[in-house]
């Protein structure tokens, strides 16, 4: 607390009396130069704005047509008319992909980044083709009647035509399951990057001459400042009791990464309990969203810790379990040394990430042990997910990278199966232990058992 004024001193009054003289003519000095400095401002803010925008755009599309590859598979391999229905929603009334594309050719103009989504727009007309035939070979494998108009223009070759139902079922599925279905996808996804990565370098030469015009206008405002410290320094001595050595003390503690002594003024009190309560928030929210903290800094992967987050807070209901043991790995370290058997690693989780979804989580919790949590995933995607499994193992026995083949054994069972995801755990790793008993590269399926049903089915 401040105390009463001594013989020859000067009041506080007199001092804030001086502090807005002084303020008054500072802003009008330092007005224009604000004003400038601000327009400047508000240009890089809508730059980083459309930025955020265009990689959400780009994140939408993606997951998009994921979606539509989610719809087409399931289609094909089980004949079910819902999965067509919902193909074509998405495609022509929800609009997800089009409305992204849209905004991204917005912002791209003529410049190589518009180039760059043309072609990845030209690959997405073809995927959509070879998405047309498959859906097409289904429709006359089941004997369909009713289904979109836009499906009477497909015309199928002479050979599938000559097709059995069962062949052109299998033709269907190799068209949207194969090798050049997934190389297409993987084309529109390096030119969507690279029409991303074209705009931020755009954005990035903007910023440039942006900031040249921002460094002219600071150094008025520095200048203004100047004078403004000139005015107030024989005034700082009468205010160091009111603030100054707290705030100094408080510098040393944020220094030091610790919370604030609540001491000094009132006001002062206040700020340092703020910044204390804004502390311990940042704290916790470090803790659960560093990124060291919670992956794998070899592969990327979700890491222990990680993967006890997400697994806390799964919904049973709607979530499948993958628990992923790699076959031999052992041996590929004792014959090949770890350096190879980390690059067997990363090699495995990046497979993972292309043939599982976006949104689905891969988590490393042991050694040469993985979990993939597939969220949002109905009950119903055994065949699917035995088709993603099969090309995974089919891309791990390929030795073209100049890495050992390996494999991998696998248990799968949807949360809808277990009491609560203790039970589902331990269903789990006992479906992937009978997989590796029963001649490893494989998988096994568990479910809930029905009255008199069998508890579970090998591949």
């Given at each position: 607390?401040?105390k009463?004024?001594e013989?020859?001193?000067i009041?506080?009054r007199?001092?804030h009396?001086?502090?807005?003289?002084?303020?008054i003519?500072?802003?009008?000095?330092m007005?224009?130069?604000t004003?400038h400095?601000?327009?400047?401002?508000?240009?890089l803010?809508r730059?980083?704005?459309?930025?955020?925008?265009?990689?959400?755009?780009?994140r939408e599309?993606m997951?998009?047509?994921?979606?539509?590859?989610?719809?087409v598979?399931?289609?094909?391999?089980?004949g079910?008319?819902?999965f067509?229905d919902a193909?074509f929603?998405?495609?022509f009334e929800t609009?997800h992909?089009?409305?992204?594309?849209?905004k991204?050719s917005s912002?791209?103009g003529?410049?190589?980044a518009?180039?760059?989504?043309?072609?990845?727009?030209?690959?997405?007309?073809?995927l959509?083709e070879?998405e047309y035939?498959?859906?097409?070979?289904?429709?006359?494998?089941k004997?369909?009647?009713d289904?979109?108009?836009?499906?009477?223009?497909v015309?199928?070759?002479e050979?599938?035509?000559?097709?059995?139902?069962?062949?052109?079922?299998?033709?269907?599925t190799?068209t949207v399951?194969?090798?050049?279905?997934?190389?297409?996808k993987?084309?529109?996804?390096?030119?969507?990057?690279k029409?991303?990565?074209?705009?931020?370098?755009m954005a990035?030469s903007?910023?440039?001459?942006?900031?040249?015009?921002l460094?002219?206008?600071?150094?008025m405002i520095?200048?203004?400042?100047?004078l403004?410290?000139?005015?107030i320094?024989?005034?700082?001595?009468?205010?160091?009791?009111l603030g100054i050595h707290?705030?100094l003390?408080?510098?040393?503690?944020i220094?030091?990464?610790?919370?604030?002594p609540e001491?000094?003024?009132n006001e002062f009190r206040?700020?340092?309990r703020t910044?204390?309560?804004?502390?311990?928030v940042y704290?916790?929210?470090l803790?659960?969203?560093?990124f060291k903290?919670?992956?794998?800094?070899?592969t990327?992967a979700y890491?222990?810790?990680?993967?006890?987050?997400l697994?806390?807070s799964?919904?049973?209901e709607s979530t499948?379990m993958?628990m992923i043991?790699?076959?031999?790995?052992k041996?590929?370290?004792?014959?090949?040394g770890?350096?190879?058997?980390?690059k067997?690693?990363?090699?495995?989780?990046?497979?993972l990430?292309?043939?599982?979804?976006?949104?689905?989580?891969i988590c490393r919790?042991g050694?040469?042990e993985f979990?993939?949590?597939?969220v949002?995933?109905e009950?119903n995607q055994?065949?699917l997910?035995?088709?993603k499994?099969?090309r995974?193992?089919g891309e791990?026995?390929?030795?073209d990278d100049g890495?050992p083949?390996?494999?991998?054994?696998?248990?799968i069972v949807?949360?809808?199966?277990?009491?609560d995801?203790?039970?589902?755990f331990?269903?789990t790793?006992?479906?992937?232990?009978l997989a590796?008993q029963s001649?490893?590269s494989?998988?096994?399926f568990?479910e809930k058992?029905?009255k008199?049903?069998?508890k579970?089915?090998?591949?």
């Open positions: 607390m401040l009463k004024n013989k020859g001193g009041s506080l007199t001092i009396l001086w502090m807005i003289v002084g303020a003519i500072l802003s009008v000095l007005f224009l130069a004003h400095l601000f327009s400047s401002f508000e240009r803010t730059t980083s704005e459309t930025q955020i925008e265009l990689r959400k755009a780009a599309l997951d998009a047509s994921d979606y539509l590859t989610e719809n598979q399931r289609f094909t391999l089980k079910d008319r819902q067509l193909y929603k998405e495609a609009n992909r089009e409305d992204a594309i849209s991204m912002e791209a003529n410049s190589s518009s180039k760059s989504l043309q072609t990845a727009m030209v690959h997405s007309l073809r959509m070879l035939y498959a859906m097409r070979l289904v429709i006359e494998a004997g369909f009647t289904y979109p108009e836009v499906l009477d223009t015309i199928l070759s050979e599938d035509l000559a097709l059995d139902n069962d062949g052109k079922l299998r033709k269907a190799e399951l194969g090798d050049n279905y997934y190389m297409i993987n084309i529109i996804r390096a030119n969507m990057q029409s991303l990565d074209e705009l931020e370098e990035y903007f910023d440039d001459s942006a900031m040249k015009e460094r002219d206008e600071l150094t520095r200048t203004a400042i100047l403004q410290t000139l005015g320094v024989f005034m700082v001595w009468l205010t160091s009791k707290p705030v003390n408080a510098v040393d503690r220094k030091e990464d610790s919370p604030i001491v000094g003024a206040y700020l340092a910044y204390n309560r804004m502390y311990e704290k916790r929210s803790e659960h969203l560093n903290a919670s992956h794998d800094e070899l990327g890491n222990r810790s990680g993967y006890d987050l697994f806390s799964i919904e049973l499948y993958v043991d790699v076959d031999n790995f041996s590929i370290n004792d014959t090949y770890h350096e190879t058997g980390d067997v690693l990363i090699k495995i989780v990046q497979t990430r292309n043939n599982f979804r976006s949104d689905d989580y919790i050694g040469d979990v993939v949590f597939m949002h995933a009950k055994r065949d997910i035995a088709e499994i099969d995974i193992n791990l026995k390929k030795t890495l083949k390996t494999s991998i054994s696998v248990g949807h949360g809808s199966d277990a009491t995801t203790r039970n589902l331990a269903k790793d006992e479906a992937m232990y590796k001649g490893k494989t998988y096994r568990v058992p029905a008199q049903a069998v579970d089915d090998r591949k």
